[in-house]
């Protein structure tokens, strides 16, 4: 199971003292999360990429590749790479590039952007937003897989002879996602390529959850990649932790009642039974979210939101701090107790390359065999 901290962001004023932070600011912040998060034991760290305000992470690949430069262990993800928005070329080269520069710590979550006036100021249409996700995966899936491409599509100029540079390290192409949280044709597409799907989790009850990672799942064994229990799912969360409730509800409710997203709405205790949302003590996370595993089965990522609706930088490493100290440990744990060997881990660099070489030396190994028996027919 693989822990993780995941942004969107966001630049929201801190309802307890007025202040916003600045642009600069945040991004600075953006930067010491990811670093933190190596440091008290995540192993992801993933940012959604925006590009409308009150938003900053516009530079994905900028911003991971300084951050891969002052960490060692973990894995850098997206949550999400507008794969609708952004050409598909320059998003192969770009994160083969960031594979390199961070010794194969890269994968890559990808959902459509459901923000309406982006799509224009990047000359797209969001009413075409479901077939460019699938037709803008389908030629980078090639892209990286492909030394040399010809390629034709509806929304973009054609390919002849295109070789995306640099090729992905060690011939193996950064692990996708893709990510959705109601379409369940995107579940489809991640189950036809064998890749994982990660469902945001945050904003819906189980119910919805458990329906979407379950047709993810069928389609997955439909289409040949393994028994259902071996897809690869990610689920999101959101916890705000402290050592007794009362204190996480009471520090938190201020932050809650005004958010961006779900502000003005639901009471925090209602949106806490009916989301994965959960504020209190570290017992009540862990509890929590161990449980995830009786709505979509034993899964392979599990990524928590900790630095939205306003809080403060200083309150989010603490955060990270105490989950690190507290959490993280028994959420391994809980996580391998009763896990069935055969599923399996989440994709790294290192097992698909491994993987790579073991389908290789059974390639080679059978043709040196079909050779050896074509020799010994008589003339």
Do not use: C
């Not at 991004?27 to 993933?46: S, T």
């Amino acid at each position: 199971m693989q822990l993780g901290v995941f942004s969107v962001g966001d630049i929201t004023p801190d309802p307890t003292t007025g202040r916003t932070p600045t642009q600069h600011e945040r991004i600075k912040g953006l930067v010491e999360i990811g670093k933190k998060a190596e440091e008290v034991g995540f192993d992801v760290f993933a940012v959604g990429e925006h590009h409308d305000h009150p938003f900053v992470p516009s530079a994905l690949t900028t911003l991971s590749a300084y951050v891969a430069a002052q960490t060692e262990r973990i894995i850098f993800s997206t949550s999400i790479a507008h794969i609708t928005t952004n050409d598909p070329v320059l998003m192969a080269e770009q994160y083969a590039f960031l594979q390199h520069l961070s010794d194969g710590r890269v994968d890559l979550m990808l959902g459509r952007g459901n923000t309406g006036p982006v799509y224009p100021w990047f000359g797209k249409d969001i009413r075409d937003g479901l077939h460019l996700a699938i037709e803008n995966y389908d030629l980078l899936h090639q892209l990286w897989r492909t030394d040399v491409v010809d390629w034709q599509g509806k929304y973009r100029t054609p390919l002849q002879g295109f070789t995306s540079t640099p090729r992905p390290l060690d011939g193996v192409p950064p692990f996708v996602w893709h990510g959705s949280i109601r379409s369940l044709e995107i579940a489809e597409q991640a189950a036809f390529y064998g890749n994982g799907f990660f469902h945001n989790h945050i904003f819906w009850p189980s119910t919805h959850v458990r329906r979407m990672v379950d047709f993810y799942r069928q389609r997955f064994e439909h289409y040949g990649h393994g028994p259902r229990d071996q897809a690869i799912v990610g689920l999101g969360g959101q916890v705000y932790v402290r050592p007794n409730s009362q204190d996480a509800i009471r520090e938190f409710r201020p932050y809650f009642d005004v958010a961006p997203v779900y502000g003005h709405g639901p009471s925090l205790e209602d949106f806490m039974e009916q989301t994965p949302l959960t504020v209190g003590s570290p017992q009540q996370v862990i509890e929590r979210t161990l449980a995830h595993r009786e709505i979509v089965g034993d899964y392979q990522r599990q990524m928590f939101l900790l630095d939205h609706a306003g809080l403060p930088l200083t309150t989010v490493l603490e955060q990270m701090d105490f989950l690190g100290e507290h959490v993280l440990p028994a959420l391994r744990e809980g996580f391998a107790e009763g896990r069935p060997a055969h599923v399996p881990d989440a994709p790294t660099h290192a097992s698909l390359l491994a993987a790579r070489q073991q389908t290789d030396a059974t390639s080679s190994a059978t043709s040196s065999s079909t050779t050896a028996s074509e020799s010994e027919v008589p003339a």
